[in-house]
Protein backbone atom coordinates (compact mmCIF):
# COMPACT_ATOMS: atom_id res chain seq x y z
CA UNK A 1 0.00 0.00 0.00
CA UNK A 2 2.58 2.24 0.85
CA UNK A 3 4.44 1.62 -2.21
CA UNK A 4 1.57 2.58 -4.50
CA UNK A 5 1.43 5.85 -2.77
CA UNK A 6 4.56 6.46 -2.85
CA UNK A 7 4.17 5.56 -7.20
CA UNK A 8 0.97 7.73 -7.57
CA UNK A 9 2.79 10.60 -5.53
CA UNK A 10 5.68 10.70 -8.20
CA UNK A 11 3.72 10.05 -10.77
CA UNK A 12 1.60 13.12 -9.68
CA UNK A 13 4.64 15.25 -8.91
CA UNK A 14 5.51 14.45 -12.90
CA UNK A 15 2.66 15.52 -14.13
CA UNK A 16 3.21 19.04 -12.23
CA UNK A 17 6.39 19.64 -13.26
CA UNK A 18 6.00 18.89 -16.78
CA UNK A 19 3.36 21.22 -17.14
CA UNK A 20 4.95 24.14 -15.33
CA UNK A 21 7.72 23.64 -17.34
CA UNK A 22 5.37 23.62 -20.60
CA UNK A 23 2.91 26.44 -19.76
CA UNK A 24 4.99 29.68 -18.82
CA UNK A 25 3.61 33.07 -18.80
CA UNK A 26 6.20 35.63 -19.90
CA UNK A 27 6.58 39.66 -19.92
CA UNK A 28 8.47 41.50 -21.95
CA UNK A 29 8.96 44.45 -24.46
CA UNK A 30 10.46 44.81 -28.31
CA UNK A 31 11.82 47.80 -29.71
CA UNK A 32 13.23 49.23 -33.46
CA UNK A 33 12.79 50.74 -36.23
CA UNK A 34 10.23 50.63 -39.00
CA UNK A 35 9.82 51.77 -42.80
CA UNK A 36 6.33 52.70 -43.41
CA UNK A 37 3.89 54.16 -46.26
CA UNK A 38 0.54 54.38 -47.44
CA UNK A 39 -0.51 52.17 -50.33
CA UNK A 40 -4.06 52.31 -51.93
CA UNK A 41 -5.97 49.54 -53.03
CA UNK A 42 -7.20 51.40 -56.29
CA UNK A 43 -3.90 53.45 -57.15
CA UNK A 44 -0.61 53.51 -56.97
CA UNK A 45 1.45 56.76 -56.18
CA UNK A 46 5.46 56.53 -57.05
CA UNK A 47 5.64 59.83 -55.41
CA UNK A 48 5.22 58.14 -52.09
CA UNK A 49 7.92 56.74 -50.34
CA UNK A 50 9.19 55.24 -46.98
CA UNK A 51 9.68 56.88 -43.88
CA UNK A 52 11.67 55.87 -40.83
CA UNK A 53 9.99 55.60 -37.60
CA UNK A 54 10.16 54.11 -34.19
CA UNK A 55 7.91 50.77 -32.71
CA UNK A 56 8.22 49.90 -28.72
CA UNK A 57 5.67 47.55 -27.27
CA UNK A 58 5.11 45.86 -23.68
CA UNK A 59 4.25 41.94 -24.39
CA UNK A 60 2.56 39.27 -22.83
CA UNK A 61 2.97 35.73 -23.82
CA UNK A 62 0.97 32.74 -22.71
CA UNK A 63 3.31 29.19 -23.91
CA UNK A 64 0.76 26.75 -24.38
CA UNK A 65 3.27 23.79 -25.25
CA UNK A 66 6.82 23.47 -26.11
CA UNK A 67 5.62 24.85 -29.45
CA UNK A 68 2.74 27.13 -29.67
CA UNK A 69 1.94 30.50 -28.05
CA UNK A 70 -0.09 32.87 -27.45
CA UNK A 71 0.86 36.63 -27.72
CA UNK A 72 -0.16 40.05 -26.88
CA UNK A 73 1.21 43.09 -27.24
CA UNK A 74 0.41 46.96 -26.00
CA UNK A 75 2.53 49.67 -27.74
CA UNK A 76 3.33 52.71 -29.38
CA UNK A 77 4.24 53.26 -33.27
CA UNK A 78 5.23 56.04 -35.52
CA UNK A 79 4.08 55.30 -38.89
CA UNK A 80 3.19 57.75 -42.02
CA UNK A 81 4.99 58.63 -45.45
CA UNK A 82 7.66 60.61 -47.33
CA UNK A 83 6.47 61.87 -50.39
CA UNK A 84 8.18 64.19 -52.89
CA UNK A 85 8.23 65.90 -56.13
CA UNK A 86 10.08 68.18 -58.43
CA UNK A 87 10.18 69.37 -61.73
CA UNK A 88 10.88 72.36 -63.95
CA UNK A 89 9.41 75.78 -64.20
CA UNK A 90 9.21 78.03 -67.38
CA UNK A 91 8.44 81.66 -67.62
CA UNK A 92 5.69 82.96 -70.05
CA UNK A 93 7.63 82.72 -73.23
CA UNK A 94 8.01 78.55 -72.27
CA UNK A 95 12.09 79.18 -71.30
CA UNK A 96 12.91 77.52 -68.35
CA UNK A 97 14.12 79.09 -65.61
CA UNK A 98 14.60 76.46 -62.60
CA UNK A 99 13.36 74.15 -60.76
CA UNK A 100 10.61 73.57 -57.97
CA UNK A 101 10.78 71.02 -55.24
CA UNK A 102 8.04 69.85 -53.01
CA UNK A 103 8.67 67.47 -49.92
CA UNK A 104 6.13 66.18 -47.48
CA UNK A 105 6.86 63.86 -44.29
CA UNK A 106 3.63 62.24 -42.81
CA UNK A 107 4.08 61.82 -38.93
CA UNK A 108 1.41 58.88 -37.53
CA UNK A 109 1.78 58.28 -34.23
CA UNK A 110 -0.56 55.04 -33.15
CA UNK A 111 -1.40 53.35 -30.14
CA UNK A 112 -0.77 49.69 -31.36
CA UNK A 113 -2.89 45.97 -29.87
CA UNK A 114 -1.16 43.26 -31.80
CA UNK A 115 -2.67 40.05 -30.89
CA UNK A 116 -0.49 36.95 -32.26
CA UNK A 117 -0.20 32.94 -32.54
CA UNK A 118 3.03 31.98 -32.27
CA UNK A 119 5.13 28.79 -33.55
CA UNK A 120 8.52 28.07 -32.05
CA UNK A 121 11.08 25.46 -33.40
CA UNK A 122 14.25 24.75 -32.10
CA UNK A 123 15.70 23.51 -28.76
CA UNK A 124 17.69 26.23 -27.10
CA UNK A 125 18.29 29.15 -29.90
CA UNK A 126 14.42 28.84 -31.43
CA UNK A 127 13.01 30.06 -34.44
CA UNK A 128 9.56 31.39 -34.66
CA UNK A 129 7.04 32.77 -36.72
CA UNK A 130 3.27 34.55 -35.63
CA UNK A 131 0.61 36.00 -36.81
CA UNK A 132 -2.53 37.81 -36.17
CA UNK A 133 -4.65 41.08 -36.53
CA UNK A 134 -3.75 44.11 -34.72
CA UNK A 135 -5.94 47.24 -33.98
CA UNK A 136 -4.49 50.74 -34.41
CA UNK A 137 -5.67 54.01 -32.38
CA UNK A 138 -4.27 57.28 -34.03
CA UNK A 139 -3.22 60.05 -31.16
CA UNK A 140 -0.95 62.51 -32.82
CA UNK A 141 -0.04 63.39 -36.75
CA UNK A 142 2.19 65.80 -37.73
CA UNK A 143 2.55 67.54 -41.39
CA UNK A 144 5.91 69.06 -42.38
CA UNK A 145 6.24 70.47 -45.73
CA UNK A 146 9.42 71.70 -47.52
CA UNK A 147 8.61 73.74 -50.58
CA UNK A 148 11.22 75.99 -52.99
CA UNK A 149 10.60 77.49 -56.55
CA UNK A 150 12.69 80.00 -58.58
CA UNK A 151 12.14 83.84 -57.30
CA UNK A 152 10.85 82.81 -54.23
CA UNK A 153 11.67 82.18 -50.46
CA UNK A 154 11.93 78.60 -49.29
CA UNK A 155 8.45 77.48 -47.73
CA UNK A 156 8.76 75.74 -44.20
CA UNK A 157 5.47 74.90 -42.41
CA UNK A 158 3.77 72.64 -40.14
CA UNK A 159 0.35 71.49 -38.52
CA UNK A 160 -0.88 68.96 -36.20
CA UNK A 161 -4.48 68.54 -37.57
CA UNK A 162 -6.28 65.09 -37.87
CA UNK A 163 -9.10 66.26 -39.47
CA UNK A 164 -8.44 64.22 -43.10
CA UNK A 165 -7.53 60.91 -41.04
CA UNK A 166 -9.58 58.56 -39.30
CA UNK A 167 -8.80 57.67 -35.78
CA UNK A 168 -8.79 54.26 -35.92
CA UNK A 169 -6.85 51.18 -37.77
CA UNK A 170 -7.17 47.60 -38.41
CA UNK A 171 -4.52 45.32 -39.88
CA UNK A 172 -3.09 41.79 -40.21
CA UNK A 173 0.87 40.94 -38.81
CA UNK A 174 3.45 38.49 -39.65
CA UNK A 175 6.56 38.10 -38.70
CA UNK A 176 10.04 35.72 -38.00
CA UNK A 177 12.68 35.69 -35.83
CA UNK A 178 14.77 33.47 -33.61
CA UNK A 179 14.84 33.62 -29.37
CA UNK A 180 18.36 33.14 -27.38
CA UNK A 181 17.97 32.31 -23.86
CA UNK A 182 20.40 33.84 -21.99
CA UNK A 183 18.71 31.61 -18.62
CA UNK A 184 16.29 29.12 -17.96
CA UNK A 185 14.13 32.24 -17.58
CA UNK A 186 15.27 34.90 -19.71
CA UNK A 187 15.69 35.09 -23.37
CA UNK A 188 16.79 37.62 -26.16
CA UNK A 189 14.64 38.20 -29.05
CA UNK A 190 15.44 39.48 -33.15
CA UNK A 191 12.65 39.80 -35.08
CA UNK A 192 11.47 41.58 -38.66
CA UNK A 193 7.48 41.99 -39.19
CA UNK A 194 5.40 43.19 -41.65
CA UNK A 195 2.01 45.06 -40.84
CA UNK A 196 -0.30 45.56 -43.34
CA UNK A 197 -3.32 47.74 -42.88
CA UNK A 198 -6.54 46.41 -44.32
CA UNK A 199 -8.07 49.53 -43.16
CA UNK A 200 -8.85 52.63 -44.98
CA UNK A 201 -8.02 55.67 -42.84
CA UNK A 202 -8.33 58.42 -44.79
CA UNK A 203 -11.72 60.84 -45.28
CA UNK A 204 -10.72 62.57 -48.26
CA UNK A 205 -8.74 60.21 -50.16
CA UNK A 206 -8.00 56.37 -49.76
CA UNK A 207 -4.80 55.59 -47.77
CA UNK A 208 -3.79 52.39 -45.86
CA UNK A 209 -0.84 51.96 -43.79
CA UNK A 210 1.51 49.62 -44.12
CA UNK A 211 5.11 48.89 -41.89
CA UNK A 212 7.93 46.57 -42.03
CA UNK A 213 9.56 46.52 -38.32
CA UNK A 214 12.71 45.34 -37.40
CA UNK A 215 12.72 44.46 -33.74
CA UNK A 216 14.98 43.63 -30.55
CA UNK A 217 13.13 42.46 -27.40
CA UNK A 218 13.22 40.29 -24.30
CA UNK A 219 11.31 37.64 -22.39
CA UNK A 220 11.14 36.72 -18.48
CA UNK A 221 8.75 33.55 -18.16
CA UNK A 222 7.25 32.70 -14.86
CA UNK A 223 6.81 29.18 -14.09
CA UNK A 224 3.19 28.14 -12.48
Same mark, same amino acid.
Not at 32 to 44: D, M, P, Q, T, V
Not at 172 to 177: E, I, Q, W
Not at 181 to 207: C, H, V, Y
Given at each position: ???? $??????????????????????????????? %?????????? @???? =??????????????????????? !??????????? %???????? !?????????????? !??? /??????????? @??? !?? =????????????? $????????????????????????? /?????????? @?????????? &??????????? /?? $???? &??????????????????? &?? @????
Amino acid at each position: MKNI $LLLFILFYSGINLANAQENKLEIGGVAGANF %SRFYSLKNFN @SSIT =EKAGLSFAAAFQYNINSIFSARA !EFGLERKGMHS %SMSGQVKD !ENGNPVGMYRYTLY !EHM /DYFTFPVLARA @SFG !EE =EKFFVNAGPYFGF $LVAKTNKIFASAPNQFPLKAENNNM /DGFKRADFGF @SFGAGVSIPA &NEQLTFTLEIR /DN $LGLM &NIGKISSARNHSLALLAGF &NY @SFMD
